[in-house]
Every structure is written in structure tokens, then in C-alpha cells.
């Protein structure tokens, strides 16, 4: 059994920052990487941010380079997004994903005020 569970979402001002977590249980010793995703209503579901797991080279999608940071804990076996300078137009569902999106996490959702 494989489970992925984010939290740390909410609603924040524009500007503002937030951190996710996705916490990994079950089989994870096989997880090459993890990522975010996020999604809106009525828009594909986009990619965020990824960490390969050993190692620790990360991605990031042109929209969020910069602002937005993916990191991990090994010993907690969970991946981080921390979230900076948020706007509006990140507003979505975040998702966690692992090795090689074969895994989702419930999501979680962010909302940016302005």
C-alpha cells in the first residue's frame, strides 16, 4: 500500500506564503522522485515543481520558478512546497505525486485573495 497525503493548504493574501507538505507511507523505497501538480476548474492538471529523490535536483515550471521552493525530508519521508510571493493565478488543487506520477495524493486546496 502506497499513500500520499498533502496538507498545509488554505487561503492566503496575495503576496502571502504558504507551505505544503505530502507525507509518503506504505512502499516508498522504490520512489525515484516526487512532485506537485496543480489544477483549476475547467484546466488541465500542470505541473509544478519535482525532486528526484536521491540527490535532490529539482524542476520547476516557468510560472513558479523562482517564487515557489520543493524540498524533502528524509527522515520524515515527505516533500515540501514552500509557496512565496503568491498570487492570485496560483490558486488550485495542489497535488503530490511520486515516482513518476504512478502515485496521487487527495490534493489540497490554495486560494489567493487580492
Known amino acids: 500500500q502506497v499513500q500520499l497525503v498533502e496538507s498545509g493548504g488554505g487561503l492566503v493574501q496575495a503576496g502571502g506564503s504558504l507551505r505544503l507538505s505530502c507525507a509518503a507511507s506504505?512502499?516508498?523505497?522504490?520512489?525515484?522522485?516526487m512532485a506537485w501538480f496543480r489544477q483549476t476548474p475547467g484546466k488541465e492538471r500542470e505541473f509544478v515543481a519535482r525532486?528526484?529523490?536521491?540527490?535532490?535536483?529539482?524542476y520547476y515550471a516557468g510560472s513558479v520558478k523562482g517564487r515557489f521552493t520543493i524540498s524533502r525530508d528524509n527522515a520524515k519521508n515527505t516533500v515540501y512546497l514552500q509557496m512565496n510571493g503568491l498570487k492570485p493565478e496560483d490558486t488550485a488543487v495542489y497535488y503530490c505525486?511520486?515516482?513518476?506520477?504512478?502515485?496521487w495524493g487527495q490534493g489540497t486546496q490554495v486560494t489567493v485573495s487580492s
Open positions: 525532486i528526484i529523490w536521491s540527490g535532490g535536483t529539482t
Open positions: 505525486s511520486a515516482h513518476g506520477s504512478a502515485y
Open positions: 506504505g512502499r516508498t523505497f522504490t520512489f525515484v522522485d
